[in-house]
């Protein structure tokens, strides 16, 4: 006979963060990448681990395009090493189209139903929509059925340091895409690493 812990652990709803980057609207719809970050209970854990690898790498709290590539290199080179992302960063690559809200919310519904199981509500932080498309991406997940809590836009993304990780994802698979070297160098070990992973 089950006891009434054991009942309420096994029905107590799982909790997900979902963290949310996108990069290519000033290619009016030629590239359009979104990058999302997948985190459980533990995020406190990998907020702090994170702090540790952004200031040793010196990109410090800056966002992609802001830092030197060093600091990149550096940055990206750790977080292969942290096996606590494993399985919990996603982009996703769409072309021709300026439908951003409706993709950006596609993408992260992937990446949230790929890692929730049913028992689950999400948390989402989405970098820099205004109140009307906030409401039109909330709208877009519920018809996807994304199970949310609340949904929260992110005004200073670099004050979080998740956003930053969802802005590297971006950043990385823009730089692969556009033929750089070493991103593309990067983006053959992922597979490897099970770390990034395409939607």
């Not at 494993?86 to 790929?114: C, H, N, P, V, W």
């Not at 906030?134 to 996807?144: A, G, M, N, P, V």
Request: net charge positive; with cysteine.
């Amino acid at each position: 006979m089950i006891s009434v812990l054991g009942w309420i652990m096994q029905n107590r709803k799982r909790k997900i963060y979902a963290y949310i980057d996108e990069s290519g609207q000033d290619t009016k719809g030629q590239i359009f990448i979104v990058g999302v970050l997948i985190l459980g209970e533990d995020k406190d854990f990998v907020l702090f681990e994170l702090s540790k690898i952004e200031a040793k790498s010196g990109k410090k709290n800056l966002k992609w395009n802001k830092s030197r590539h060093e600091a990149r290199k550096k940055y990206i080179e750790s977080l292969l090493n942290f096996n606590s992302l494993q399985g919990r960063m996603f982009f996703e690559f769409f072309s021709d189209s300026d439908k951003y809200i409706e993709l950006t919310s596609y993408a992260t519904a992937k990446a949230i139903l790929k890692n929730s199981g049913t028992n689950y509500q999400a948390t989402v932080y989405i970098d820099g929509f205004k109140r009307k498309e906030l409401e039109i991406f909330k709208r877009e997940l519920r018809d996807l059925r994304v199970k949310i809590r609340k949904i929260r836009t992110v005004k200073k993304d670099e004050n979080n340091g998740f956003i930053r990780l969802a802005d590297a994802i971006c950043g990385l698979a823009r730089d692969a895409e556009e033929d750089n070297s070493w991103a593309k160098d990067i983006f053959r070990k992922l597979p490897k690493k099970k770390m990034m992973v395409e939607l």
